[in-house]
């Protein structure tokens, strides 16, 4: 009788808790795999920062494009990879420049990845005196951290920063943090935003763009616990 009660104050009390919190689990995880959650938390962090004409920001001191910027982000269209258009940061920076917005272009990504946007941009007319580069960072935080001492040395103080309206708040910050006035500049939104066809294929990506949200919800909260932002 004794252990009857123990298996039962067992299963009622200790088992209970895990299996209210698998159930959440669960109910989060099929939410999250709908188009509509997903496109929610995409909104509440690019809301803030819509896209606009390269042509109508006011002039600043450098244009500063965050390293990613090869191909529209997944979430906007997972089938466009050209590295020039609008859509993506190193073909807004490129606008911005070519629009007059700023006098020089700063490249940040390690990896190689901000000498190869800077090879690209000399292809497209940009000239190479023109760009500066940046190619030992990781992360958000080292973008900023290691910008700031190139751009300080320039002078600059106002800059246009280009990343994704969904990574923007954090980047921004970011680099407030190291002193600067930051105009944020996402790139141009695709002219429709695209729809994916089957009820398989639109749970696969309604996951991605709300892991890629969350994702960037943690970041920001581990940025501002260790004082980064």
């Not at 800077?118 to 760009?131: F, I, K, Q, S």
């Not at 089957?198 to 949200?213: E, N, Q, T, V």
Request: proline residues 7%; charged residues 15%; positive net charge.
């Amino acid at each position: 009788m004794v252990q009857f009660h123990v298996k039962y104050f067992i299963t009622t009390h200790l088992y209970r808790p895990v299996w209210i919190l698998l159930a959440v689990m669960a109910v989060f995880l099929v939410a999250c795999s709908t188009p509509a959650f997903s496109m929610f938390l995409r909104r509440s962090l690019t809301k803030p920062y819509p896209p606009r004409a390269a042509a109508s920001y006011a002039a600043a001191d450098a244009i500063v494009v965050l390293g990613g910027g090869w191909i529209v982000d997944a979430e906007d269209d997972p089938e466009y990879v050209s590295a020039f258009a609008a859509m993506t940061r190193l073909g807004f920076g490129r606008l911005l420049y070519q629009a007059g917005r700023a006098p020089i272009i700063l490249l940040t990504g390690g990896d190689g990845e901000a000498t190869r946007m800077a090879a690209n941009l000399a292809l497209n007319g940009v000239p190479p005196t023109h760009v500066l580069i940046e190619g030992k960072s990781r992360n958000t935080h080292e973008n900023a951290l290691y910008s700031a001492p190139i751009l300080h040395r320039l002078g600059a103080r106002r800059i246009l920063l280009v990343t994704s309206s969904r990574h923007m708040g954090r980047a921004a910050a970011s680099f407030r943090k190291q002193g600067f006035d930051v105009v944020p500049a996402p790139p141009l939104a695709p002219a429709s935003h695209p729809v994916a066809n089957g009820f398989w294929h639109s749970r696969k990506w309604s996951l991605i763009r709300s892991a890629d949200c969350l994702h960037e919800y943690l970041g920001r909260w581990i940025y501002a616990l260790r004082g980064w932002t």
